[in-house]
């Protein structure tokens, strides 16, 4: 992980979140970027696809493009990407243990997980909410991964 300390890694994954967003990245693709950009890997087919689950699935309100691209990260590192692969079994226990920290940490503190219940239809509350509900969830993403023997920066079980 980049950084020496948790406050250092936040302060990093914060500036970078705002350069994603000055480069007009949207919530749900901004998780996976900062991931990938970690990585040093560019998918932007990956990027493009998660437009899909922007705003509440493309703005419709619906749930929280932080918890939605939550997932898919975790999908990402653990999920089948072809024919050889083999889908870690624990991939639904982690999507599971992260919903549930989401609805407990976002959807108690809001009223709930959807993106119109959380931002309350102001676009200010999308400037103030947003970017610290992504680092949380960003942060609870690497904790599940590192819990279950992911390295982070190659994508791969620890032997």
Same mark, same amino acid.
């Given at each position: 992980m !980049? +950084?020496d *300390?948790?406050?250092?890694i ?6 970078h979140?705002l350069?994603?967003a000055h480069?007009?990245f949207?919530?749900s693709q901004?998780?996976?970027q900062m !991931?990938?950009?970690? @990585?040093g890997?560019?998918i932007?087919?990956?990027i ?5 689950l922007?705003g &509440?699935l493309?703005y419709?309100?619906? /749930?929280? +493009?932080?918890l ?5 990260l975790?999908a990402l590192?653990?999920?089948?990407g072809?024919a050889e692969?083999v889908?870690?079994s !624990?991939?639904?226990?982690? /999507?599971? =243990?992260?919903v549930?920290w989401f609805?407990q940490?976002? +959807? *108690?503190q809001? &009223? +709930?997980t959807?993106? #119109?219940i959380?931002?309350? =239809?102001?676009? @200010?509350?999308? /400037?103030?909410?947003?970017? @610290?509900i992504?680092?949380?969830t960003n @942060?609870k993403?690497k904790e /599940?991964?590192?819990a279950? &023997?992911?390295?982070?920066? #190659?994508g791969k079980?620890e032997?």
């Amino acid at each position: 992980m !980049r +950084g020496d *300390s948790r406050m250092n890694i936040h302060t990093e994954d914060y500036f970078h979140l705002l350069e994603l967003a000055h480069q007009e990245f949207s919530c749900s693709q901004i998780l996976l970027q900062m !991931r990938l950009d970690e @990585q040093g890997k560019e998918i932007p087919e990956l990027i493009r696809a998660m437009a899909g689950l922007v705003g &509440g699935l493309g703005y419709c309100g619906k /749930i929280c +493009g932080a918890l939605t691209s939550g997932a898919c990260l975790l999908a990402l590192y653990a999920g089948k990407g072809s024919a050889e692969e083999v889908e870690d079994s !624990r991939l639904n226990a982690m /999507i599971e =243990e992260l919903v549930k920290w989401f609805e407990q940490e976002v +959807g *108690s503190q809001y &009223g +709930g997980t959807d993106c #119109s219940i959380i931002l309350e =239809e102001n676009l @200010q509350n999308r /400037i103030q909410r947003c970017p @610290q509900i992504l680092l949380k969830t960003n @942060q609870k993403v690497k904790e /599940i991964l590192i819990a279950n &023997g992911y390295d982070l920066l #190659s994508g791969k079980l620890e032997a």
